[in-house]
């Protein structure tokens, strides 16, 4: 935050006046000042940083907020110093934020909280006066550490954006902060010809991340492919599974990787079977999507549990909890989606998979330096053995790191972005030549499947993802409120399954089908 603003001095007046923190802190005026500009500038500035729509919401909601960094940035209560910043005293006597869900270690869920109701008035006066800028404290080191300046369509990005301020709320694609980051983006490539500028790190395992909130790397692929219309996508498939069986084979030719390469080759329909087994649909859509999340999830080791907790009043939940939104509907999902055979045999071979590339490298005397210069370090900063999840993602994120820059060699010229696991390319690539450098990279016979598309054709699919979810919305509703019947009839069965009502039909279980039968019959009656 700028805190040499008028308005960011009203502010801390405010503050200072409704906390009357002066009554309760022996300090002069200047000092007293200085110290809850520093608190209020560190909570706002992190709490920005993480959440950009925070100052524009017209409801304050919950967020989570780094206490621990605080503690280490401004000091703690008690400190030795006699003028050392004390965050805890001044949490506990201004208490500009209150707990609102309490964090849980099991889960790794964090702590959130949200701006205390008193001082709720004056903080919304202060963010009318804000440019969106503000809103990023990134923003300087975004343009000023930039190391690649990427053309955008500006035009088209201010069309979606026009069509979603127009939209009703519920109809909306894009959340509010991918709103606000579509405007700055819209912002920031005027500012620069047209371009916006990208600054980015290696990780230690030689990942490329680019860094800061307005990135098209980890933006959504709506304002992704707007911003760039004209361009190929070439994306590795199911890279995490089929990037360990690879490695699997180098490290053991004889070791079994049969079901994984069924899964990558076949992806789509076995996702369809789990959809079919969890949520009685099987056509592409919101449930589908759902279960490629959660095979995702579990391709980066996410625990294969729940909770089991009243998910009325739960806050702490796992990675498929969240996916299949326990919170909301309960986790019977999970369970099922748990018990599937062919969920239960992927995660079978990938354990057994993962196990053996653990046992290859555990071992002191065998170096991880898959990417040349990133090494895996086995000993943390605090002097501690890491874990084996870490050697494995290690593992993981470096072989995706070679992979990719094969995609980025034959781009060359032509490379306009780098994904996690893919490319964005001007031109159209050798998809042949790429594979062959793939089949050699990993001494592996089943190939790489990449998915090569159109930012055009990417566009058009979200559209008919949001079509099919809609579809599952209007089903849902024709059938739900209506207890189960043991007496089944023939209403349905002169449906023809060539049509996309007939589709849909045939996609229902048997359960399903009884109640939309229901539906019907009480409709005749009417």
Same mark, same amino acid.
Request: charged share 25%.
């Given at each position: 935050?700028?805190?040499?603003?008028?308005?960011?001095?009203?502010?801390?007046?405010?503050?200072?006046?409704?906390?009357?923190?002066?009554? !309760?802190?022996?300090?002069?005026?200047?000092?007293?000042?200085?110290?809850?500009?520093?608190?209020?500038?560190?909570?706002?500035?992190?709490?920005?940083?993480?959440?950009?729509?925070?100052?524009?919401?017209?409801?304050?909601?919950?967020?989570?907020?780094?206490?621990?960094?605080? $503690?280490?940035?401004?000091?703690?209560?008690?400190?030795?110093?006699?003028?050392?910043?004390?965050?805890?005293?001044?949490?506990?006597?201004?208490?500009?934020?209150?707990?609102?869900?309490?964090?849980?270690?099991?889960? #790794?869920?964090?702590?959130?909280?949200?701006?205390?109701?008193?001082?709720?008035?004056?903080?919304?006066?202060?963010?009318?006066?804000?440019?969106?800028?503000?809103?990023?404290?990134?923003?300087? *080191?975004?343009?000023?550490?930039?190391?690649?300046?990427?053309?955008?369509?500006?035009?088209?990005?201010?069309?979606?954006?026009?069509?979603?301020?127009?939209?009703?709320?519920?109809? @909306? @694609?894009?959340?509010?902060?991918?709103?606000?980051?579509?405007?700055?983006?819209?912002?920031?490539?005027?500012?620069?010809?047209?371009?916006?500028?990208?600054?980015?790190?290696?990780?230690?395992?030689?990942?490329?991340?680019?860094? #800061?909130?307005?990135?098209?790397?980890?933006?959504? !692929?709506?304002? @992704?492919?707007?911003?760039?219309?004209?361009?190929?996508?070439?994306?590795?498939?199911?890279?995490?599974?089929?990037?360990?069986?690879?490695?699997?084979?180098?490290?053991?030719?004889?070791?079994?990787?049969?079901?994984?390469?069924?899964?990558? *080759?076949?992806?789509?329909?076995?996702? *369809?079977?789990?959809?079919?087994?969890?949520?009685?649909?099987?056509?592409? #859509?919101?449930?589908?999507?759902?279960?490629?999340?959660?095979?995702?999830?579990?391709?980066?080791?996410? @625990?294969?549990?729940? $909770?089991?907790?009243?998910?009325?009043?739960?806050?702490?939940?796992?990675?498929l909890d969240d996916i299949f939104k326990t919170q909301r509907f309960g986790n019977e999902k999970v369970k099922r989606f748990i018990a599937n055979e062919q969920v239960q045999r992927l995660v079978n071979c990938l354990n057994s998979l993962n196990e053996m590339i653990y046992e290859h490298y555990k071992a002191p005397s065998n170096s991880i330096e898959?990417?040349?210069?990133?090494?895996?370090?086995?000993?943390?900063?605090?002097?501690?053995?890491?874990? !084996?999840?870490?050697?494995?993602?290690?593992?993981?994120?470096?072989?995706?790191?070679?992979?990719?820059?094969?995609?980025?060699?034959?781009?060359?010229?032509?490379?306009?972005?780098?994904?996690?696991?893919?490319?964005?390319?001007?031109?159209?690539?050798?998809?042949?030549?790429?594979?062959?450098?793939?089949?050699?990279?990993?001494?592996?016979?089943?190939?790489?499947?990449?998915?090569?598309?159109?930012?055009?054709?990417? $566009?058009?699919?979200?559209?008919?993802?949001?079509?099919?979810?809609?579809?599952?919305?209007?089903?849902?509703?024709?059938y739900s409120g209506y207890g189960y019947s043991s007496q089944m009839t023939d209403l349905l069965e002169n449906f023809d399954t060539t049509t996309y009502e007939g589709k849909l039909i045939a996609a229902l279980n048997k359960n399903e089908k009884t109640m939309l039968e229901q539906v019907m019959a009480m409709q005749r009656k009417q």
């Open positions: 935050m700028n805190t040499n603003t008028q308005a960011f001095k009203q502010l801390i007046d405010s503050i200072i006046e409704i906390s009357q923190v002066e009554s !309760k802190i022996t300090l002069t005026d200047k000092v007293l000042r200085k110290r809850v500009t520093r608190y209020v500038d560190y909570i706002l500035t992190d709490v920005v940083t993480y959440n950009p729509t925070i100052l524009k919401q017209q409801q304050f909601k919950g967020f989570i907020f780094r206490a621990k960094g605080a $503690l280490t940035k401004l000091g703690g209560l008690g400190t030795k110093r006699k003028y050392g910043y004390a965050w805890t005293r001044f949490q506990s006597d201004i208490n500009l934020l209150v707990v609102l869900n309490k964090g849980n270690n099991y889960t #790794g869920k964090a702590s959130t909280f949200v701006f205390n109701v008193k001082y709720q008035k004056v903080i919304k006066t202060y963010a009318k006066s804000l440019h969106i800028t503000a809103l990023f404290p990134n923003y300087d *080191k975004f343009i000023k550490q930039s190391q690649e300046l990427i053309a955008v369509d500006v035009d088209n990005m201010k069309q979606l954006l026009n069509k979603e301020q127009a939209c009703k709320a519920n109809d @909306r @694609r894009l959340s509010k902060k991918s709103l606000l980051q579509l405007k700055l983006l819209i912002y920031v490539a005027e500012q620069n010809n047209d371009r916006i500028p990208h600054y980015f790190e290696e990780a230690t395992t030689g990942r490329i991340y680019y860094k #800061g909130l307005l990135n098209l790397q980890n933006i959504k !692929k709506l304002i @992704r492919y707007t911003a760039i219309p004209s361009c190929y996508v070439y994306d590795l498939q199911a890279a995490s599974y089929s990037l360990i069986a690879a490695h699997a084979k180098q490290i053991d030719t004889t070791i079994d990787t049969s079901v994984i390469d069924d899964y990558v *080759k076949n992806r789509k329909q076995i996702r *369809k079977l789990i959809a079919k087994d969890i949520f009685g649909v099987s056509f592409e #859509g919101e449930k589908t999507a759902q279960i490629k999340e959660a095979l995702t999830a579990i391709g980066f080791n996410a @625990r294969l549990q729940t $909770l089991n907790l009243n998910t009325s009043d739960s806050k702490a939940t796992l990675a898959i990417c040349t210069g990133f090494a895996f370090d086995r000993i943390d900063d605090k002097g501690k053995k890491k874990s !084996k999840s870490k050697l494995l993602a290690h593992v993981y994120q470096s072989l995706e790191r070679k992979a990719l820059d094969i995609l980025i060699t034959h781009a060359g010229n032509s490379l306009i972005l780098s994904l996690h696991d893919g490319i964005l390319s001007k031109e159209k690539l050798d998809i042949q030549a790429i594979q062959r450098d793939l089949q050699q990279l990993l001494d592996r016979q089943t190939p790489l499947d990449i998915d090569v598309r159109s930012a055009g054709d990417i $566009l058009t699919m979200a559209q008919q993802h949001k079509v099919h979810m809609a579809d599952e919305d209007e089903l849902a509703r024709h």
